[in-house]
């Protein structure tokens, strides 16, 4: 491609309006251009890394067995009506209607369409196990859409789907995948790491997310450093701690806390310590409400309560009327002693005797509060947010925490679809069963950011290998001078026809420029022909690492330029991924 017709807009100034260092690069580099909140075109340099993304992603799906696919973005309501999901994704589904006011949604997610598209005709356990898969846009009303296409509203995504007779299956066709998943992290060049997640609005059973680790990442996970074990926060496990010494169950007493309403307040007021008190929240939930209690100290994680409660979201009470109708208190004074309400309270809190908690009487607490006396009914299951110093709950090592962005995640969703929407096969037996499926996400148009996130230094981007938009710059200074003109050219057609995808600098600018633009759009090797290096009789070759090498000329002959060059950038480099 020769630079001086290639639309590369790139930009002196960096993106007053971009916080992630990737968005400010994708902005810089003439990657891409934001249309409105949340929505991006792709510009040629952009679009071309994203379908080498694309296609490693591909390549590796195939190896894996799986069969590509396209289904449409616009999906009849009815069938999300069918799997009761139409209501569950709220407003961050796209709805429209057509011309006979039927509804429509923009497809967020595939699981209806697949499901509907297989039931008819996958009905023999002949036919299974099949893996079926699409590369497709998907359409989010994301609340904030943020750091370009990071987290945007259309996006690129390969979503795969498979259907089994067994557990076994799937959990066999599940490994398959988290094999690719890691060949393709692998050759994108890629430090990521697997972790336990929430499966969240897709439902199902177990479910893993593959975490591009990055200082500036959206997402927390924790990982140990001695076993294998690696989570996503809002499901962290640990070892349960326990706080108190055996002491004797004393009597339950009243006391008043005037217009103490937080946990610091109560525990100076008192003068108790902050861990003997328990937090008291109300929750709204498919099954009505439900109370859950955490330690003074600890943050409620409500992941937890809805993965225990099995159900795709919780709403925590959070208005004053609705919470004095429920208790009988305002927040600061609310409890559980007395409700006749489910309870769930978080494990390290079990093993606390005489502790204070609100008196749902407003202005009082309660004192000596024990569990089988006071709140037999508690039920005990994990619910704080895991936190610092936190230890393994395998080995008992101390937990490391990472931030990190989520670039793709395998769910093994059980019989959620099939059940729902009839999607049945013919066993041995003769007898009908609910197909077994998974479905296997990787964000394609996440991927180039979180690549950035790891790869970019103060002069711009710096690709590996496997992804870069061009295997070299070709950069001719004094491209007006016919001497170096005409070597430029000789050496682009040359390198082309030996298969090098070879971007060349013809532009009339200054050696700064294009200097510049070489390294902010992270191409990793640049090849430089001035008139003062063509006098002694050399080019220059620089990589993206510095690395700076010479190839004299004088022998006048192209091809044997050619091959100097080729040994040259054939050098293996510290850092860099080649392709498997
Ligand atoms: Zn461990």
Redesign the pocket.
Known sequence: MKLSKYYLPTLKETPTDAELESHKLMLKAGMIRKVTAGVYSYLPLGFKVLKKVEEIVREEMNRAGAQEIKLPIIQPAKLWQESGRWGDFGPEMFKLSDRKENLFALGPTHEEIITDLVRNELNSYKDLPLTLYQINDKFRDEIRPRHGVMRSREFLMKDAYSFHTSQESLDETYQDMYDAYGRVFDRLGLDWVAVEAPSGLMGGGYSQEFMALADEGAEEIVV?S??D?ASNVEIAKYQTSSNEEKTDLKKTKEVATPGKETIDAVSNYLDIPSWKIVKTFIYRTDEGLVAALVGGDDDLEEMKLINHLGTPKVEMVSTESEIKEITGADFGSIGPVGLDIPIYADLDIKSLTNFTVGANKTGYHLKNVNWEKDIPNAKFINLRKVKRGDR?H??G?KLDFHRSIEVGQLFQLGKKYSDSLEGKYQDQQGELNSYIMGCYGIGISRLVPAIIQQNYDNQGIKWTNSVTPFSMALIVLDADVSKTRKLGNKLYKGLNKRGYDVLLDDRSSSPGVKFNDADLIGIPVKIIIGPRGLDEGIIEVETRTGEKSEIGIDSGKTETILDELEQAISKPEAGTNTPV
């Open positions: 140990c001695k076993c074990y393994c395998n080995c090592t």
